[in-house]
């Protein structure tokens, strides 16, 4: 029946009675510039997101930390005096001043490697999240929406997407266009073909659930078309689900690529990527654990903070998180 | 002529069985012929038990739910006819108000954008004019201007049903359907609501279909009250008639349910009762739907021959075979239906 107030702020639980024009009003509005009032409060509201993200620390240094490992990786790839396809001549030596992740047994310095892995993982991590979502979000906005005809056809393709085995897709695609499609642009786009299918499972459910609210309905009362709809009502209320989503997707699309990798269509040798390292050094876990750990520790500070900044987006963009507002 | 008409409105939901290929078993018939009249600048207040359909006239009037039969004439203009830009064009004209406040206001919108968007969506007016209107919407309704860069949910239920009505108004439309505005809101705050509704119907010239289970909200606020029953219509009259004189077994049952706020009468007062539930829509019984639970139920025409709305005073119908015998005394309840209050 009737919902209370679900999000009950202290400000707001009296009776109308004592409704006093900015007697509860905690925002930063300015009170004497009246001709403006309205642009002035549109652009608060993208300072008020701005302000949530600030205010969110965990999510502010693990942006610090992304942009640091990101720079780090593409300042220090070129600074560091061995380049990633160098032989050094020092083989499958333990970190030392020289070498501060030791060496393999071919002889590349591991640093240098995993400055380039790194380059090279959040490059196409990026793009598969990217190209991921949309599509994702697009396939399933449409499905949950429309509903009928076009949500089982789309469903059922996303089925088939989710059950033919993506290996098996992975190896047919090896061999057919093998390693001359190398390369990261490729990588990201086979990935994303693979990831985009739960994203629009995700997305059709939330959308399914979104279309039947009353202020859906509301706004369908005033004559608003369906685009506005979607874009102004559906999709907005949807944005943590959708972020949520894209930074699960960084993580899968890192850890994927070495997959893609060792089958022959990943990136390529010399060239190489955080997956590729990590699978070159599994076997080396116990002997000379630095092949494996120093790319493993990279792989999880890119996953962890991913995720933490899509935690400080998601908190950002909902006006009901109170909690930060000063 | 009423601006609003409504002839033998219909709306049926199918209930579908069947995994892979869905057939229809059979209709819930949540609106089962419906006739009504709103003239302009009036309040017609519609009542009835939960289910009986009465929402969803209101959702069908503004093509919200498809209507299996009928026809809606607003304005002498068919409604049902109407597609695409002329249906929105129309839309402009007739608003509603929603139940719940806070589920019928987006919560990633801030007040400013809740009201600016029925005037984006017409392109009504743009820019400083825009700003102005929202502004000035805020005032009509009570709210201090400032609400415009704060979000729903940084307000009280009342405030959120005063947002409510300054959208539906914002396109300053003729006919407003309020779907039981107050029934969300605590008490002290439902006589603010129906006040600032009827200020503004005298302000705007506004005319409201006021959908509501509540007897006492909707004598205060409508000229004329529709009882609905299971889908259809079983007696309209001016509300004060109707409070005083109901001829509907139906309404006499309803009206008998609102305590006397004085103990000695209310002691001593008899009370009809309704016994048992509210017959399955999808099924409902024949000849009169209200004979099952009829307190003056006969033994002949009520469970076989469908009564018609008589008009039995001017502007009083009734859905009744035998309202002239019951409201003369000739038939009195039978024992199972009728309790003493203090029993009951």
């Given at each position: 029946?009737?919902?209370?107030?679900?999000?009950?702020?202290?400000?707001?639980?009296?009776?109308?009675?004592?409704?006093?024009?900015?007697?509860?009003?905690?925002?930063?509005?300015?009170?004497?510039?009246?001709?403006?009032?309205?642009?002035?409060?549109?652009?608060?509201?993208?300072?008020?997101?701005?302000?949530?993200?600030?205010?969110?620390?965990?999510?502010?240094?693990?942006?610090?930390?992304?942009?640091?490992?990101?720079?780090?990786?593409?300042?220090?790839?070129?600074?560091?005096?061995?380049?990633?396809?160098?032989?050094?001549?020092?083989?499958?030596?333990?970190?030392?001043?020289?070498?501060?992740?030791?060496?393999?047994?071919?002889?590349?310095?591991?640093?240098?490697?995993?400055?380039?892995?790194?380059?090279?993982?959040?490059?196409?991590?990026?793009?598969?999240?990217?190209?991921?979502?949309?599509?994702?979000?697009?396939?399933?906005?449409?499905?949950?929406?429309?509903?009928?005809?076009?949500?089982?056809?789309?469903?059922?393709?996303?089925?088939?997407?989710?059950?033919?085995?993506?290996?098996?897709?992975?190896?047919?695609?090896?061999?057919?266009?093998?390693?001359?499609?190398?390369?990261?642009?490729?990588?990201?786009?086979?990935?994303?073909?693979?990831?985009?299918?739960?994203?629009?499972?995700?997305?059709?459910?939330?959308?399914?659930?979104?279309?039947?609210?009353?202020?859906?309905?509301?706004?369908?009362?005033?004559?608003?078309?369906?685009?506005?709809?979607?874009?102004?009502?559906?999709?907005?209320?949807?944005?943590?689900?959708?972020?949520?989503?894209?930074?699960?997707?960084?993580?899968?699309?890192?850890?994927?690529?070495?997959?893609?990798?060792?089958?022959?269509?990943?990136?390529?040798?010399?060239?190489?990527?955080?997956?590729?390292?990590?699978?070159?050094?599994?076997?080396?876990?116990?002997?000379?654990?630095?092949?494996?750990?120093?790319?493993?520790?990279?792989?999880?500070?890119?996953?962890?903070?991913?995720?933490?900044?899509?935690?400080?987006?998601?908190?950002?963009?909902?006006?009901?998180?109170?909690?930060?507002?000063? | 002529?009423?601006?609003?008409?409504?002839?033998?409105?219909?709306?049926?939901?199918?209930?579908?069985?069947?995994?892979?290929?869905?057939?229809?078993?059979?209709?819930?018939?949540?609106?089962?012929?419906?006739?009504?009249?709103?003239?302009?600048?009036?309040?017609?207040?519609?009542?009835?038990?939960?289910?009986?359909?009465?929402?969803?006239?209101?959702?069908?009037?503004?093509?919200?739910?498809?209507?299996?039969?009928?026809?809606?004439?607003?304005?002498?203009?068919?409604?049902?006819?109407?597609?695409?830009?002329?249906?929105?064009?129309?839309?402009?004209?007739?608003?509603?108000?929603?139940?719940?406040?806070?589920?019928?206001?987006?919560?990633?919108?801030?007040?400013?954008?809740?009201?600016?968007?029925?005037?984006?969506?017409?392109?009504?007016?743009?820019?400083?004019?825009?700003?102005?209107?929202?502004?000035?919407?805020?005032?009509?309704?009570?709210?201090?201007?400032?609400?415009?860069?704060?979000?729903?949910?940084?307000?009280?239920?009342?405030?959120?049903?005063?947002?409510?009505?300054?959208?539906?108004?914002?396109?300053?439309p003729d006919l407003i359907i309020a779907d039981e505005p107050v029934?969300?809101?605590?008490?002290?705050?439902?006589?603010?609501?129906?006040?600032?509704?009827?200020?503004?119907?005298?302000?705007?010239?506004?005319?409201?279909?006021?959908?509501?289970?509540?007897?006492?909200?909707?004598?205060?606020?409508?000229?004329?009250?529709?009882?609905?029953?299971?889908?259809?219509?079983?007696?309209?009259?001016?509300?004060?008639?109707?409070?005083?004189?109901?001829?509907?077994?139906?309404?006499?049952?309803?009206?008998?349910?609102?305590?006397?706020?004085?103990?000695?009468?209310?002691?001593?007062?008899?009370?009809?009762?309704?016994?048992?539930?509210?017959?399955?829509?999808?099924?409902?019984?024949?000849?009169?739907?209200?004979?099952?639970?009829?307190?003056?139920?006969?033994?002949?025409?009520c469970h076989d021959e469908v009564p018609a709305l008589r008009e039995?005073?001017?502007?009083?119908?009734?859905?009744?075979?035998?309202?002239?015998?019951?409201?003369?005394?000739?038939?009195?309840?039978?024992?199972?239906?009728?309790?003493?209050?203090?029993?009951?």
């Amino acid at each position: 029946m009737a919902s209370g107030p679900t999000t009950g702020t202290s400000t707001t639980g009296g009776p109308d009675l004592v409704e006093t024009p900015g007697g509860a009003q905690p925002g930063p509005k300015p009170a004497g510039v009246v001709e403006r009032e309205f642009t002035v409060a549109v652009r608060s509201q993208r300072q008020m997101i701005l302000r949530r993200f600030l205010n969110h620390r965990l999510a502010v240094a693990s942006l610090i930390i992304f942009i640091a490992l990101l720079m780090g990786s593409l300042i220090g790839g070129r600074l560091w005096h061995y380049g990633f396809a160098d032989r050094t001549g020092d083989y499958s030596q333990p970190p030392s001043l020289k070498h501060p992740m030791g060496t393999d047994d071919i002889g590349h310095d591991v640093m240098a490697l995993v400055f380039r892995g790194a380059q090279k993982s959040v490059q196409i991590a990026l793009l598969v999240a990217l190209l991921s979502t949309t599509i994702g979000t697009l396939v399933g906005a449409v499905a949950g929406f429309y509903r009928g005809r076009a949500d089982a056809l789309l469903m059922r393709f996303v089925d088939l997407v989710l059950t033919v085995p993506s290996l098996a897709i992975l190896a047919v695609l090896a061999s057919v266009v093998g390693s001359k499609a190398g390369g990261w642009f490729f990588v990201a786009i086979v990935l994303a073909g693979i990831t985009w299918a739960p994203i629009s499972r995700v997305v059709r459910g939330v959308f399914l659930s979104l279309r039947e609210k009353e202020y859906v309905e509301a706004a369908r009362a005033l004559g608003a078309n369906d685009r506005r709809i979607i874009f102004r009502h559906l999709l907005p209320n949807a944005l943590g689900a959708i972020i949520v989503n894209a930074t699960i997707v960084v993580a899968v699309a890192i850890l994927t690529e070495t997959a893609l990798s060792y089958l022959g269509v990943g990136v390529q040798r010399p060239d190489t990527s955080l997956g590729l390292l990590i699978s070159d050094g599994q076997g080396a876990a116990q002997t000379r654990p630095w092949l494996f750990y120093f790319p493993g520790l990279v792989i999880i500070l890119i996953a962890l903070t991913v995720n933490f900044i899509g935690d400080g987006l998601r908190d950002a963009f909902d006006p009901t998180q109170t909690r930060v507002r000063a | 002529m009423s601006l609003v008409e409504v002839r033998g409105l219909k709306v049926h939901f199918p209930i579908r069985a069947g995994v892979i290929f869905e057939r229809t078993v059979g209709a819930v018939r949540a609106v089962d012929g419906v006739d009504l009249d709103i003239d302009r600048g009036t309040t017609l207040g519609l009542v009835g038990e939960s289910g009986c359909g009465k929402s969803t006239v209101g959702r069908a009037l503004l093509r919200l739910e498809p209507a299996t039969a009928g026809s809606v004439f607003f304005d002498g203009e068919d409604v049902f006819a109407k597609t695409g830009e002329e249906l929105r064009r129309l839309r402009r004209r007739m608003q509603m108000v929603f139940q719940d406040p806070l589920s019928s206001l987006d919560p990633r919108q801030s007040i400013g954008s809740i009201l600016a968007e029925p005037l984006r969506t017409h392109d009504v007016v743009a820019g400083p004019a825009l700003d102005a209107r929202v502004r000035e919407l805020l005032d009509v309704v009570g709210l201090p201007t400032n609400a415009v860069s704060r979000f729903p949910h940084e307000f009280s239920g009342g405030q959120r049903q005063r947002v409510g009505i300054a959208r539906a108004i914002a396109l300053s439309p003729d006919l407003i359907i309020a779907d039981e505005p107050v029934s969300a809101l605590d008490v002290s705050i439902q006589a603010q609501v129906v006040n600032l509704l009827e200020e503004l119907q005298q302000r705007l010239n506004l005319t409201y279909l006021v959908i509501a289970h509540d007897l006492a909200v909707v004598r205060h606020i409508s000229e004329t009250i529709a009882v609905m029953y299971l889908g259809v219509i079983v007696e309209v009259a001016p509300s004060d008639t109707l409070y005083d004189e109901p001829l509907h077994p139906y309404t006499i049952a309803l009206l008998s349910a609102i305590p006397i706020p004085d103990p000695e009468v209310e002691d001593r007062r008899e009370r009809l009762l309704l016994v048992g539930d509210l017959p399955s829509p999808a099924n409902p019984p024949g000849g009169c739907r209200f004979h099952t639970r009829c307190p003056f139920r006969q033994p002949t025409r009520c469970h076989d021959e469908v009564p018609a709305l008589r008009e039995l005073r001017p502007g009083h119908q009734v859905f009744c075979h035998w309202a002239e015998e019951v409201a003369a005394g000739q038939i009195t309840p039978t024992y199972a239906g009728s309790v003493p209050a203090a029993e009951a």
